[in-house]
């Protein structure tokens, strides 16, 4: 509140870390590191970290005092995208980030009432009965806001070979059961984000959705997205529906660029980025149909 600065922990000085994150009691901080070595090449982290058996650790601190709480080392994983569940302050949902099988390696959750590192979407079938594969690619995962489950997406393989199928968004329960996914139209396959309402079945993205009647013609080629959109799922009847926002218009240019769109904690407005007046700002828009 006054704006000062306090160092509450030294981190080791050979480590390098990704996304943080505080519980919502405001009593733990979670930093991920992993040993420098793993960035000798940006484009082979997994790579490099598989090759030299490197581990990532879960650094977990008491905010008031910076006594660390836990130091949870991740085996052969470059760990970012670290997310408190909400209520909680000892559970962690925690990602691979980059991985070669990203099927089955990108979500993972710490329980430190166990102590146990838990593969959230294994090989398996989800609830319809269609197939998980290590060969698929999924992303972002984030929880539901009661901490209850899940969601994710990412794009099926098809025919062994990753990201040539459908793209898709999934949820799962908090144990990492009970996996429903919802695969989109063919086409929809533009890169993208997704995050949830308060009431946890609508969510906003900056991605895959595509309204041929309300584009105008551009020269992006590129695999991002150009719409904020909502998508309401319906993950007992495994259906869903689109409704468009507006354009961003953002490059996507720098991970600063891309729109990440949120809800207000009302629930009644999207918060999103956007360099589309050649400078990035904060841009809102009502969450109405």
């Given at each position: 509140h006054t704006g000062a600065l306090r160092t509450i922990a030294t981190l080791p000085g050979d480590e390098v870390t990704g996304f943080t994150h505080v519980s919502d009691d405001n009593t733990r901080l979670c930093v991920p590191t992993i040993h420098e070595s793993a960035f000798a090449d940006v484009r082979a982290i997994d790579a490099t970290v598989q090759r030299l058996g490197l581990s990532s650790h879960l650094r977990i601190f008491d905010t008031r005092s910076g006594a660390a709480v836990a130091d949870v080392s991740v085996p052969r994983g470059w760990v970012t995208h670290v997310q408190f569940q909400p209520g909680r302050n000892d559970v962690v949902l925690f990602n691979h980030e980059w991985p070669a099988d990203c099927g089955i390696r990108r979500i993972w959750l710490w329980d430190g009432a166990t102590g146990e590192l838990r593969r959230m979407r294994p090989e398996g079938l989800n609830a319809d009965g269609t197939p998980?594969?290590?060969?698929?690619?999924?992303?972002?995962?984030?929880?539901?806001?009661?901490?209850?489950?899940?969601?994710?997406?990412?794009?099926?393989?098809?025919?062994?070979?990753?990201?040539?199928?459908?793209?898709?968004?999934?949820?799962?329960?908090?144990?990492?059961?009970?996996?429903?996914?919802?695969?989109?139209?063919?086409?929809f396959s533009r890169y993208g984000h997704f995050t949830l309402a308060p009431d946890g079945d609508t969510l906003v993205s900056d991605g895959y959705a595509e309204y041929p009647e309300l584009d105008e013609p551009d020269d992006n080629q590129a695999r991002q997205g150009r719409w904020i959109s909502l998508l309401h799922a319906d993950w007992g009847q495994g259906t869903h529906r689109w409704t468009p926002l507006c354009r961003h218009g953002s490059s996507w240019g720098s991970q600063d660029a891309h729109p990440h769109p949120i809800f207000s904690h009302a629930g009644t407005e999207i918060l999103f980025t956007s360099d589309c007046g050649g400078k990035r700002a904060i841009y809102r828009v009502a969450s109405r149909e």
């Amino acid at each position: 509140h006054t704006g000062a600065l306090r160092t509450i922990a030294t981190l080791p000085g050979d480590e390098v870390t990704g996304f943080t994150h505080v519980s919502d009691d405001n009593t733990r901080l979670c930093v991920p590191t992993i040993h420098e070595s793993a960035f000798a090449d940006v484009r082979a982290i997994d790579a490099t970290v598989q090759r030299l058996g490197l581990s990532s650790h879960l650094r977990i601190f008491d905010t008031r005092s910076g006594a660390a709480v836990a130091d949870v080392s991740v085996p052969r994983g470059w760990v970012t995208h670290v997310q408190f569940q909400p209520g909680r302050n000892d559970v962690v949902l925690f990602n691979h980030e980059w991985p070669a099988d990203c099927g089955i390696r990108r979500i993972w959750l710490w329980d430190g009432a166990t102590g146990e590192l838990r593969r959230m979407r294994p090989e398996g079938l989800n609830a319809d009965g269609t197939p998980r594969s290590k060969e698929d690619w999924v992303c972002h995962e984030v929880w539901t806001r009661d901490g209850g489950a899940v969601v994710y997406h990412g794009t099926y393989a098809a025919d062994g070979v990753p990201r040539t199928g459908r793209s898709f968004v999934g949820r799962m329960s908090s144990a990492g059961a009970d996996h429903v996914e919802l695969p989109f139209a063919p086409g929809f396959s533009r890169y993208g984000h997704f995050t949830l309402a308060p009431d946890g079945d609508t969510l906003v993205s900056d991605g895959y959705a595509e309204y041929p009647e309300l584009d105008e013609p551009d020269d992006n080629q590129a695999r991002q997205g150009r719409w904020i959109s909502l998508l309401h799922a319906d993950w007992g009847q495994g259906t869903h529906r689109w409704t468009p926002l507006c354009r961003h218009g953002s490059s996507w240019g720098s991970q600063d660029a891309h729109p990440h769109p949120i809800f207000s904690h009302a629930g009644t407005e999207i918060l999103f980025t956007s360099d589309c007046g050649g400078k990035r700002a904060i841009y809102r828009v009502a969450s109405r149909e």
